[in-house]
DNA sequence: GTTCCTGTTTGCGCTGGCGCAAAGAAGGAA
DNA sequence: TTCCTTCTTTGCGCCAGCGCAAACAGGAAC
């Protein structure tokens, strides 16, 4: 795989980094390929390197002791993961970083990322960013998860998902196509995979999606909208 | 109220800071109180302060169009809260800042925080050090409250309070005071009013806790803690 | 084509916890 | 002291959603 530092802009934190500080992050990098299934980290290792995702799907979750998992959320192309232990040297990852597909990322030294914030304050600011995106959309989660009945929470969830790692349709720019299966589906909006079937089913006998066999295609966005909404009850 | 900069080296953030910075802070601030009930800011509001709490105590919430509502985090003396607007200029507070008690803040621009960032870099860490707290914080209760059962989850969420907020009683070391109601534990741990007055009303036959109203006295932390373990089914 | 694997659907029964309603208790005010 | 407000308890009924089990189906490998 070929790399130029240009690629790296389209990270969200280095999208003000200067040419030289992009050259020198690059330097640092090891490329890490992971087949579908296998794991970057593990929730618990120390967190020595943080990745940015160069090609595939990932996701992060956390599990219990008994083993029941949660999905926090995913990680596209270009995304960084596993940053937090730059902030605190000696910390672990808290959570783990799955591949959804065949993947590969950059790994760089944690500790490399915690003294070049010391200088670049473009990249604290990044960093910052990115954290507050991640508490808000945790909070809101929470919130949802405390709040909301199943239904409404799988859609939000769906569309959220959406957002993060849709891809729309060529041909019609209002389907949109997610690479998931029912049990990712109910890991992300805290229930199981027999609702999300469930759900899923009615849905598309109202011809909202259709579900497919590790595949949601999103046929109508605005009446999954109102269902998110609680304007569909 | 008399503050002095010292004072303030008693916030995590400026745990590092010059005697310098600390007039700096001071003097840009604004001491604010309000009575119990009362909000130090709502959610949607314009993040144009952020405030440090001086005296009393406070809750951060957030909630649904329905009304239901879902609390956050707890507030100490001394804690920051209301800073995720220094980040990005404009943004709105994502969640309401109420007090539970009569309470004083200590309030300061945002943007004021923001300029200081760009040539602090201990001010940076440290908030970023807050950060990851509150997302590790937030993802372990997200994943409690999709994968836990409702009486661990109380459990969990009284000691957590219990570290955040809680007294230890004065003569027994191992004896913690929690001043919230029902209400309060309820929208802490995703549960009902009910649920967590019948389980209290269990724990205390089993003399775990005492219950009175609106305070919550916890008598044998290391069985809350089995109980929070599921070793105690 | 056939086989196998893995993900999905669906029927069914059950129960944890919700939520109403009404009574009870603890403070504060006067 | 009594009254009033607010918080808490408890009985009761109910149902959303869980979770098992078994059948079903899509896709890959050969």
């Known amino acids: 795989m070929h790399l130029n530092?240009?690629?790296?802009r389209r990270?969200?934190?280095f999208r003000e980094a200067t040419d030289?500080?992009?050259q020198l992050f690059l330097s640092q990098a090891i490329l890490r390929t992971v087949e579908e299934g296998e794991f970057f980290f593990l929730q618990g290792d120390p967190a020595v390197f943080f990745y940015i995702l160069v090609s595939g799907r990932a996701k992060l979750l956390q599990s219990n002791a008994a083993g029941h998992q949660v999905n926090l959320r995913t990680i596209n192309e270009w995304q960084m993961f596993g940053a937090l232990g730059a902030?605190?040297?000696g910390a672990v990852y808290p959570a783990t970083a799955q591949a959804l597909e065949p993947s590969t990322a950059l790994a760089i030294e944690s500790a490399f990322l915690h003294e070049a914030l010391k200088t670049r304050p473009y990249l604290n600011f990044g960093l910052m960013q990115l954290m507050t995106g991640y508490i808000q959309e945790m909070q809101e989660r929470y919130r949802e998860l405390a709040t909301e009945r199943v239904e409404r929470r799988i859609a939000?969830?769906?569309?959220r998902l959406a957002s993060q790692v849709g891809k729309?349709?060529?041909g019609d720019e209002m389907m949109i196509e997610l690479p998931l299966s029912r049990q990712d589906v109910a890991e992300a909006s805290g229930t199981t995979m027999f609702t999300v079937s469930r759900v899923l089913a009615e849905w598309e006998r109202?011809?909202?999606?259709e579900a497919g066999r590790e595949r949601v295609l999103i046929r109508n966005p605005h009446g999954l909208v109102q269902i998110a909404e609680g304007l569909n009850p």
């Open 5 to 8: 530092p240009a690629d790296l």
């Open 11 to 13: 990270v969200s934190v």
């Open 20 to 22: 030289e500080d992009l």
């Open 87 to 89: 902030v605190k040297p």
């Open 156 to 159: 939000l969830t769906v569309l």
């Open 168 to 170: 729309r349709l060529a």
């Open 206 to 209: 109202r011809g909202l999606v």
